[in-house]
């Protein structure tokens, strides 16, 4: 299966500082990737989607500037969280489906990222 | 938004028993994953099955999809401790996206 490598795996941070999370996928480019959030003990909630040169597309109740993506290319996205608060404290997925030629198929998720705002 | 409601939430049994976890959707769907999450860590895909497929098999694993109820189920045989982990069912909201919705999950705990 393809390799999603994210980074950090976890991270503390103070509130009002800004978090970046960043996502590669090793071995393939993908034009369009995800990025989930999940409370503990609960499932995962699409945040949005991202395709490679162009705007992120946001769930509905997701802030799109509190949230700031950037899919600078076929292997790197990134999240940053901008303005942190403890209410940010949460697991951040990223999810990297391959090209869209291979869509319903099955998702490639990164690590993960334990985001702790204090 | 959730596209999936699994139950149980949560699982204790011994090993060498059988874990049956039920996952039941809202939309017409193209295929149904299933994927499992170790503590603290990303999803793992386990399986797929197709929306013209009833029951599939992967070792351990067996998979069974009924479109008319709108339902699957996961059943893991001859469980292991290693076997401990959350799972999840999910699918694609419509035949035209490729946004993977998940369910809530079940919390499996499997005793040595």
């Known amino acids: 299966g393809a390799v999603v490598s994210q980074h950090p795996s976890w991270v503390i941070c103070k509130s009002g500082t800004s978090v970046k999370i960043e996502c590669r996928s090793l071995d393939f480019q993908a034009t369009t990737m995800f990025w989930y959030r999940q409370f503990p003990k609960q499932s995962l909630m699409l945040m949005a989607t991202?395709?490679?040169?162009?705007?992120?597309?946001?769930e509905q109740g997701v802030e799109k500037d509190k949230f700031l993506i950037n899919h600078a290319s076929l292997t790197l996205s990134t999240l940053t969280v901008t303005s942190a608060h403890p209410e940010d404290s949460s697991f951040y997925i990223c999810?990297?489906?391959?090209?869209?030629?291979?869509?319903?198929?099955?998702?490639?998720f990164g690590q993960g990222t334990r985001l702790t705002v204090v | 938004s959730q596209q999936g409601e699994e139950d149980p939430q949560a699982l204790s049994i011994q090993e060498g028993e059988n874990a049956t976890m039920n996952c039941s959707y809202k939309?017409?769907?193209?295929?149904l994953q299933w994927y499992r999450q170790n503590s603290g860590r990303g999803l793992v895909h386990l399986i797929l099955i197709r929306s013209n497929e009833r029951e599939k098999h992967s070792g351990r694993l067996r998979v069974t999809l009924d479109t008319s109820k709108k339902s699957s189920s996961l059943l893991i045989t001859a469980s292991r401790a290693a076997d401990t982990a959350s799972y999840f069912c999910?699918?694609?909201?419509?035949?035209?996206?490729?946004?993977?919705?998940f369910g809530t999950g079940t919390r499996l705990q499997v005793f040595p």
């Open positions: 939309t017409s769907i193209n295929n």
């Open positions: 999810s990297y489906r391959r090209d869209r030629a291979y869509m319903n198929t099955e998702a490639f």
């Open positions: 991202s395709n490679e040169g162009s705007k992120a597309t946001y």
């Open positions: 999910a699918t694609y909201i419509s035949y035209n996206t490729d946004k993977l919705i």
